[in-house]
Every structure is written in structure tokens, then in C-alpha cells.
T-cell receptor, first 112, second 111 residues
Framework: SQTIHQWPATLVQPVGSPLSLECTVE??????LYWYRQAAGRGLQLLFY??????ISSEVPQNLSASRPQDRQFILSSKKLLLSDSGFYLC???????????FGPGTRLTVT | GIQVEQSPPDLILQEGANSTLRCNFS?????LQWFHQNPWGQLINLFY???GTKQNGRLSATTVATERYSLLYISSSQTTDSGVYFC?????????????FGTGTRLQVFP
């Protein structure tokens, strides 16, 4: 069966510090991968998606970037965090475009 | 872009009651999913339902794509049903599927 992991689970970082969040998927190959952010009390917003290694599409201009160095690894990064980057970050995967998406447990980021 | 609206925004029920949650969307969609977000933030897949009707235990869902809405039915609610329910629609062309989330329905079930 497929499993999706995210770490860390929680993170408190000062403004201006770098960020690296990691997501890995087990039990499948060549998945579509997604990064979403959920602001407090609101729905999720798609940030990035990837249909293959090195292929990244950005949905929202922001202070963040994403990379896919391996087939089942998706990384969300920032060089300098802003207060507005605080939120709950969720990684998701699907077998193909248009298929059901499955979400990881999320990383709760607080920028102070 | 597409708009996804959910109603009601908040729902308070006593254990054992039934409820219907609605999701309206403003454009044709590639797919539709219902999720339950538990108190720890985990998004739990309930239904993948671009059209038609599905049932899973006490939950069922119906999507009428031509009329651009979906309904989630919860019967005999339990306290463990509490949380936020999201509808999300897949929108965009080939290889650009993105889930657009509604603002959610917050459900509280009391014993």
C-alpha cells in the first residue's frame, strides 16, 4: 500500500531564516506530487505541483520554491522566511492527473 | 477562476442526527473529492466522486456535474464525525489538475 510521509511535524522558525520541508511517498512510482498550504481557519491553496523529476509548476507567486530531486521526494524551500509564511503545509500525491489525491500528515510552521 | 462554495459554514448536531452538506462550483470540473479534516489536521479521503452516487457506511455522496453541485450525507452522526469537511474540485486542462478547495463546513457533534 502507499504511504506518504512529511517532516518535520512542527517547526518554529525566526523571520529571515531558511526553510526546508520534505515529503516522501512509498509504494508507488512516478506519482504526481503537490504542495498545499492552509492558513488558519481556511481552505487549502495549491502552491506547487510536479508530474516528474525536475518538473515543477508554481501556482502562486511567493517566497517559496519546490524541488523534486528523486521520483518520490518533494521538497519545499525558502531562503528567507516571512511572517506570512506561517501555516499548515500539506503534501499530496496522485497516480496520475485527474486521479484521487491523498494527503500527508502535514507540517505546522510558525514564523516568529 | 472557479469558485467553490460550501454550505452551511457551521453545523451543530446532537449525536444520532442526520445532516446534508452542500458544495456548489461555478465551472465544469475534472473530478471532485470530499475530505474530513480531523482535529490534528489530517485530511481523510471520504469520496472521489466526479459524478453519480457513492456510499460508505453512514456516509454517502452525490455529485450532479451538469448542475455543478455535490452533496455529502451523514447519517446517525457520532462525536467522532466532528471536524471540518472540505469539498475540492479538480480543475484545469490535461496535466494541470489542481484541487480547488471550498472554505469548508465545520461540524460539531455533541453527545
Amino acid at each position: 500500500s502507499q504511504t506518504i510521509h512529511q517532516w518535520p511535524a512542527t517547526l518554529v522558525q525566526p523571520v529571515g531564516s531558511p526553510l526546508s520541508l520534505e515529503c516522501t511517498v512509498e509504494g508507488t512510482s512516478n506519482p504526481n506530487l503537490y504542495w498545499y498550504r492552509q492558513a488558519a481557519g481556511r481552505g487549502l491553496q495549491l502552491l506547487f505541483y510536479s508530474v516528474g523529476i525536475g518538473q515543477i509548476s508554481s501556482e502562486v507567486p511567493q517566497n517559496l520554491s519546490a524541488s523534486r530531486p528523486q521520483d518520490r521526494q518533494f521538497i519545499l524551500s525558502s531562503k528567507k522566511l516571512l511572517l506570512s509564511d506561517s501555516g499548515f503545509y500539506l503534501c499530496a500525491w496522485s497516480r496520475t492527473s485527474g486521479a484521487e489525491q491523498y494527503f500527508g500528515p502535514g507540517t505546522r510552521l510558525t514564523v516568529t | 477562476g472557479i469558485q467553490v462554495e460550501q454550505s452551511p459554514p457551521d453545523l451543530i448536531l446532537q449525536e444520532g442526527a442526520n445532516s446534508t452538506l452542500r458544495c456548489n462550483f461555478s465551472d465544469s470540473v475534472n473530478n471532485l473529492q470530499w475530505f474530513h479534516q480531523n482535529p490534528w489536521g489530517q485530511l481523510i479521503n471520504l469520496f472521489y466522486i466526479p459524478s453519480g452516487t457513492k456510499q460508505n457506511g453512514r456516509l454517502s455522496a452525490t455529485t450532479v456535474a451538469t448542475e455543478r453541485y455535490s452533496l455529502l450525507y451523514i447519517s446517525s452522526s457520532q462525536t467522532t464525525d466532528s471536524g471540518v469537511y472540505f469539498c475540492a474540485v479538480g480543475w484545469g486542462g490535461y496535466n494541470t489538475d489542481k484541487l480547488i478547495f471550498g472554505t469548508g463546513t465545520r461540524l460539531q457533534v455533541f453527545p
